[in-house]
């Protein structure tokens, strides 16, 4: 059958090959430990699927292929560690650009719009039914971490002027941290069972784990740095609550379906201009009481 095709196209049909296989392996891998037996079959679905289409390639090709070790390896580390859901749709999202080639093959190899069909359509409502847990705490996780950035990251930047003095500002900081993740982790507790939910403990759980986490990644520059530099340990906890909200940014709206930019922007700008006012609130405050530590 390869005697039909472009030598152009039969380098696409080789390149999508490769990868209907891996990313099979990939789906059949990860239904071995995902919890939930819904979940389970959606991504065994998703493996035949893959597979069939790999089956169709190979009639042009005529190759037997293995899938990628590291390919594999990788996104079961990141399903592992960031959730299934999270795992298998940055996947899907890093084949976006195979759709181009779908087009390419469309005039010469008539299975293309039919799996181009299929990977657009059927494989999007799948990737729609997995349900995971963790997701389920995205909201609480979202209201630790913004409390924790906002909060934090005022009193530190506040701290740093007024104390001038790494260890204080950390010491400072960690009462206040410890504190609040469990008086944000009781009120979400509480709100939760006013609301009659029975899944009370785990919510409360994941807002404290997110603000503590946070706490102690605003905390570790100063605890690191010498006394004296008090400045730098501002500037690197600034570039931390970046990277955080980066970080968390980028994971919910790959696992979500949500926009990236608007939510970095909000969360950023909200943060570093409390945590700039802050810093100007402890420098009036040190000059105008006085205090020298």
């Given at each position: 059958?390869?005697?039909?095709?472009?030598?152009?196209a039969?380098?696409?049909?080789?390149?999508?090959?490769?990868?209907?296989?891996t990313?099979?392996?990939?789906?059949?891998?990860?239904?071995?430990f995902?919890?939930?037996?819904?979940?389970?079959?959606?991504?065994?679905?998703?493996?035949?699927?893959?597979?069939?289409?790999?089956?169709?390639?190979?009639?042009?090709t005529?190759?037997?292929?293995?899938?990628?070790?590291?390919?594999?390896?990788?996104?079961?580390l990141?399903?592992?560690?960031?959730?299934?859901?999270?795992?298998?749709?940055?996947?899907?999202?890093?084949?976006?650009?195979?759709?181009?080639?779908?087009?390419?093959?469309?005039?010469?190899?008539?299975?293309?719009?039919?799996?181009?069909?299929?990977?657009?359509?059927?494989?999007?409502a799948?990737?729609?039914m997995?349900d995971?847990?963790?997701?389920?705490?995205?909201?609480?996780?979202?209201?630790?971490?913004?409390?924790?950035?906002?909060?934090?990251?005022?009193?530190?930047?506040?701290?740093?002027f007024?104390?001038?003095?790494?260890?204080?500002?950390?010491?400072?900081?960690?009462?206040?941290?410890?504190s609040?993740?469990?008086?944000?982790?009781?009120?979400?507790?509480?709100?939760?069972r006013?609301?009659?939910?029975?899944?009370?403990?785990?919510?409360?759980?994941?807002?404290?784990?997110?603000?503590?986490?946070?706490?102690i990644?605003?905390?570790a520059p100063?605890?690191?740095?010498?006394?004296?530099?008090?400045?730098?340990?501002?500037?690197?906890?600034?570039?931390?609550?970046?990277l955080?909200?980066?970080?968390?940014?980028?994971?919910?709206?790959?696992?979500?379906?949500?926009?990236?930019?608007?939510?970095?922007?909000e969360?950023?700008?909200?943060?570093?201009s409390?945590?700039?006012?802050?810093?100007?609130?402890?420098?009036?405050a040190?000059?105008?009481?006085?205090?020298?530590?």
């Amino acid at each position: 059958m390869t005697n039909n095709v472009s030598a152009q196209a039969l380098e696409i049909i080789k390149k999508m090959q490769q990868s209907e296989l891996t990313e099979s392996v990939i789906y059949a891998e990860i239904a071995k430990f995902a919890k939930g037996d819904n979940n389970k079959e959606t991504l065994i679905r998703l493996a035949k699927e893959e597979k069939a289409h790999y089956e169709i390639w190979k009639r042009y090709t005529g190759i037997e292929m293995k899938p990628e070790k590291f390919k594999v390896f990788k996104y079961k580390l990141l399903a592992r560690i960031f959730g299934f859901t999270f795992a298998v749709k940055l996947m899907e999202k890093g084949e976006e650009n195979s759709q181009d080639e779908y087009d390419r093959l469309a005039g010469e190899v008539e299975e293309s719009v039919m799996i181009k069909q299929q990977e657009e359509e059927h494989e999007n409502a799948l990737l729609g039914m997995l349900d995971e847990e963790r997701l389920q705490y995205v909201g609480s996780m979202v209201l630790g971490l913004n409390d924790a950035l906002v909060e934090l990251t005022g009193s530190l930047a506040g701290f740093t002027f007024a104390m001038q003095n790494t260890r204080l500002i950390a010491l400072s900081g960690l009462i206040i941290g410890i504190s609040a993740t469990f008086s944000m982790a009781s009120s979400e507790f509480l709100a939760a069972r006013s609301e009659g939910r029975d899944d009370a403990l785990k919510s409360c759980a994941y807002t404290g784990t997110a603000y503590l986490i946070t706490v102690i990644l605003l905390i570790a520059p100063y605890l690191l740095l010498s006394n004296s530099q008090y400045i730098l340990a501002l500037v690197l906890m600034l570039g931390i609550v970046i990277l955080i909200i980066a970080g968390f940014t980028y994971y919910t709206s790959v696992a979500q379906d949500q926009p990236f930019k608007s939510r970095f922007v909000e969360m950023a700008v909200i943060s570093i201009s409390v945590a700039v006012i802050s810093f100007f609130v402890g420098v009036a405050a040190k000059y105008f009481l006085g205090v020298d530590l």
